[in-house]
Structure formats: C-alpha cells, structure tokens
C-alpha cells in the first residue's frame, strides 16, 4: 500500500491536488458531498449564509451567544441489551444468530481464561509483561466480528479478542508472549505486540496513537484502490486507541486526514476511564472522544461496550458508512470500563478504591451480559459454563506449556531486516556480541536459542 503501489494516474500529483475544487481528479473524487464543492464568491449583498472559506455552511445571527457544551445534553450511548441481558427494542431485534451468539460467548470467556493464566504466569515468573482485556472483551471480540476478515486493522495492545476473532491460535498467543521460535516478529518485541499478516493486522506498536494516522493512511491507499477495482470487493482500515491515547498530536492528524480525504477508516476508541493512574477527569473536559468526531465533520457513535450485540450492530453500520459515498470515516466511542489493572507493571488500588473495582465487576460486563441474554434464551446453562470453562482452561494451559517449551528463536535476528547487507558496524557488534556470548557462558545461556551461536556465523557469512 506504499504511494508506489498507485499508479501514475493517480500518485503523489493527485495526492497533492485539494479535495475541494471542482476540478480535481475526476478519479480520485467521483463522488463529493454538496457542502465539500469549491466557492467562487466570498461573499454576496443578500447572502444568509456564510461564504468564508472557513466555514460555508454557516448562517448569520444577530444573537451574541457562545457555544457552552457543558450546557448540551451528553452524548446518548447506544445499547440493545439491557444490564440485564433483555433486549429493549424488541421490534428492532438483532441481526447475530444464536451460533453467532455462541461462538462470540465462548471467544469472550477464552480471552479472559487465557487473560487470568497469563497474568499469574507473569507473577510467577514465567513472562516479562502481560496487559488483560478484563471488561472490554465485548468491545474487540464484537467489533471484530461485524468486519470483514480482509480489512486491514491496526490495534493498540488490549484488542487481543480482535485477534482471537480473526482466528489467530492459542499457539501463536503464547509464541508472542513467551518469544519462542513460533514468533512472526523473531523474539524483537515485548509480549502483547501481536501481528498477524495473514490476518491483516499490523503488529502492535508500544509507542501510542502511532497506529491512527497509519490507519488513516491506509485507508486512504484503500479508498484508491477502492475506485481502481471496482470488481474487488472494497475494504476499510480500522484502528483501535484508548481514550489516553486520544490525547496524543497524531489522533488529531489521524482525524483530520482522514476527514478531509474522506478516507474509509474506522476509528474505534476504547473508553474504559483510565490512561494508567490517570482517570478521564484528567484528561478531557469536554463530552469524551466523540465529540472530537463531530468536530472533525465525521459521522459519530458512542456505544455500551458491555453490549456486544450493541457493539456489533453499530460497528457494521459504520462500515457501511465507510464505504458510502466513495470513502468517508467514522469514530465509534465504545464505552467500557478497566477491570484489571493497567498491566503486570501496575498496582492500580495505588491511585482508585477497590472497592469501585469491585463494583463494576459486580455492576456489569460484557460476559455476563451476554450470558444472560444466551440463558434467557435457553441457549446456555451452568453446566455449559463449567465444561466449556474447564475445556478452554485445558486449551490454554496446552498451549502454554508447549509455547513456553520451545526452543528461543536465533540470535541472529537482533540483526535482521534492517539492512540487506550488514553494514561495517553491525558486523562489529556481531563480532563483539559473538564474544561476549562466548566468554561468559554462565551468564548467557545461549543452548535455548535455536542454532546458538551458529546463527550468528550464519550471518557474518551470508551478508559478506
Ligand atoms: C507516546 C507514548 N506516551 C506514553 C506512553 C506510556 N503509556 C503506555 S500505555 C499509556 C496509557 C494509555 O491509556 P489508554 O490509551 O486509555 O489505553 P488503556 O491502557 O486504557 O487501554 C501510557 C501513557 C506510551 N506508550 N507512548
Ligand atoms: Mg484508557
């Protein structure tokens, strides 16, 4: 999807051209909504509206009044379920089956249950780091269910549902996580940093909201693409971000960009009232992240997270959206709350009560939500919870053990894919590192790394 994959007829000259002028590329902006097109005029003796430039919808007043949003009505949170598991608009109904329904359940109680092992596993040792999605299940397992697997996502780091959804394996989970020899990015990145290619899920980065304006960009290759192909079936860019990372300059850009190149993206943002110790009191004022998504022009939904069917059914109208009209971007604000604590670096009863934690777990979540939804329909019993619960722990535990087993990948690839040929430097810090590992043998126990120092070797040849 680099600029180089676009052909002539529509690369960077294009890119270039503004959106708003009625004679751009004929082929970059088929379809334009009105209140985009170019004005002539700045301004006319009986016009009633604005003709700025800036801002051409607007109509004069002669009322002095300041926007006072602290005086509006919030924002309303969709839902279809009710706290307890009913739907509430029974005419309306829901578009998910009830194996649908299941599969969701069953993906919702794995995450958690690989979630729970994962976390005592850190304690105990046995990983460095691990984050849980405890009380957002709903939000990346529904939200991932309602796109199309070709679509391309970029994540933050707590939608592993989203890589359940798309299929990737308890196997691979632990592969990242334990940095074995299974690992796609070779042991190079901390635990949680998923990716998956075949999946079209770019792999997590730690530095946050850097995935917005990639998704932007994306979408915006895709929009192109969109147009050239119009035989393929068309595909999107969705991105993820905690409410904290909306702080950041690149949410703004990513906004923006995508807005005004009216880019298929969906941005999904994840409230769930925490960026580490700092709750959302300290970080906004105004009405949370959607209302930043009708300041950038953008078609907005704040939606219940402990609802997955809310979750799905909003997220599949989006993409519709994202795909009118040629191309335009929705926020979806996905409201939630962090169960667990930030990550296993952090003691969460040191900046909130306990006791509000414990309430929410009590209060409402997307598991039992649905639950109750599945036994109010006799579709689900307490015997089901114990032998699925007991089965996926089985599942999980398995792989664990087979993950943490394996062997380490090469050494070599803290050298790899950055140049084609190593250059004069890291061949010196091969050769140093070579006899590091060497010299102190009780320090480094390089028998669990697949091919020991050989791959080092390996390396030093192949790239002369
Ligand atoms: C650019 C940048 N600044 C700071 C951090 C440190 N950091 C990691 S996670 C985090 C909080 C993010 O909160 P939010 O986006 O709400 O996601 P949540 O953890 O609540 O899911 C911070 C500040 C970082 N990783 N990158
Ligand atoms: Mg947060």
Known sequence: MSLRSVPRRLGPRALRRPSTCPNASQATHRVMPKWQTCRNVASTPTAEKVLFPGALNSEFTNTLEFLRPSQNKAI???RILDQYGQVLDKERGLDTTDEEALELYKHMVCLNIMDLIMFEAQRQGRLSFYMVSTGEEGISVGSASALNPKDTVFCQYREAGVFMQRGFTLDQFMAQLFSNVDDFGHGRNMPVHYGSHELNIRTVSSTLATQ???AAGAAYALKLQNQQNPDVEPRIAVTYFGEGAASEG????????AATRQAPCIFICRNNGYAISTPTSDQYRGD??????AGYGMDTIRVDGNDIFAVRTATKEARRLALTDGGRPVLIEMMAYRVGHHSTSDDSYAYRQKVEVEDWKRRDNPITRLRKWLESRDLWNEDNERETRSQLRKDVLAAFDRGEKKKKP??????DDVWEKITAEQRSHIEELKDILTRYPKEYDISQYEGGLDSLEELLEKKK
């Open 76 to 78: 309303s949170t969709f």
């Open 212 to 214: 917005l304006p990639h």
């Open 250 to 257: 690149d949410f703004h850009a990513a906004l923006n960009i």
């Open 288 to 293: 949370g992240i959607a209302s930043r998504g």
């Open 410 to 415: 090469k050494i070599r690839h803290a050298f």
